[in-house]
């Protein structure tokens, strides 16, 4: 079955830096990728996905990038506010037809103001 | 409407007690999901239905057994549960079968079986 690796495991920045997270994915059928924010307490909230005919993908401060070939894909947010602090989730999914979603272990990102 | 709603939103049983959970969506999705999340793991997934039927159910032992009784609600029915069954329980649905759109998930039940 697919597998989902994903770095670093804890994150810390200073507020209006930048953060990236790495996802790694083993099945090449995989072609969906989402990213879900989690705050404490809360529901996983979808913030971002990419298909696999899709190189990158932005909206506002967050960007996600996929290189198929090497079998990774990222998550950039740009200009961090204290509100992105949350625990991030990869996903991957081999889309039409496909009931699952295999989830990275998570990265526990803070914001320093 | 574009919510998953589930209740209640906080359960505690004992391990002979016998309680349900539930969730509802008016999204029009035909696939719903249950997942447990124990404290900073990923969602593992426990059971998927499609179109109202069973389709994936992840080895999950029958304490827990799911129902799905129309294409908006999905329950939980809970039955002898141990202690290390404490977790946060999410709904999720996406449109038809695919997660090609990503899963809405409900806010979560936070079960603690004492």
């Known amino acids: 079955g697919e597998n989902v690796e994903q770095h670093p495991s804890t994150l810390s920045v200073q507020e209006g830096d930048s953060a990236v997270i790495k996802c790694t994915y083993s099945d090449s059928a995989s072609n969906y990728f989402p990213w879900y924010k989690q705050e404490l307490g809360k529901r996983p909230q979808l913030i971002i996905d990419i298909r696999s005919n899709v190189g990158e993908k932005k909206d506002q401060r967050i960007a996600v990038t996929l290189n198929k070939t090497a079998k990774h894909f990222s998550l950039h947010i740009t200009e961090t506010q204290p509100e992105d602090s949350a625990v991030y989730f990869c996903?991957?999914?081999?889309?039409?037809?496909?009931?699952?979603?295999?989830f990275g272990k998570g990265t526990k990102l803070s914001v320093i103001p | 409407d574009t919510e998953v709603t589930q209740t209640p939103k906080h359960l505690v049983m004992g391990m002979t007690n016998k309680k349900s959970l539930k969730c509802e969506q008016h999204?029009?999705?035909?696939?719903m999901y249950w997942y447990k999340q124990k404290a900073k793991k990923p969602p593992e997934l426990m059971f998927v239905?499609?179109?109202?039927?069973?389709?994936i159910n992840e080895s999950v032992p029958s304490r827990f057994s799911p129902e799905c009784p129309n294409s908006s609600l999905l329950n939980l029915h809970l039955h002898a549960l141990q202690p290390e069954d404490s977790a946060l329980y999410l709904c999720a649905s996406s449109p038809e079968g695919t997660t090609n759109y990503g899963y809405t998930f409900g806010s979560g039940t936070r079960l603690t079986v004492v």
């Open positions: 239905y499609s179109y109202e039927k069973l389709s």
């Open positions: 996903a991957a999914s081999m889309g039409a037809g496909s009931y699952q979603l295999t």
């Open positions: 999204m029009g999705h035909r696939a």
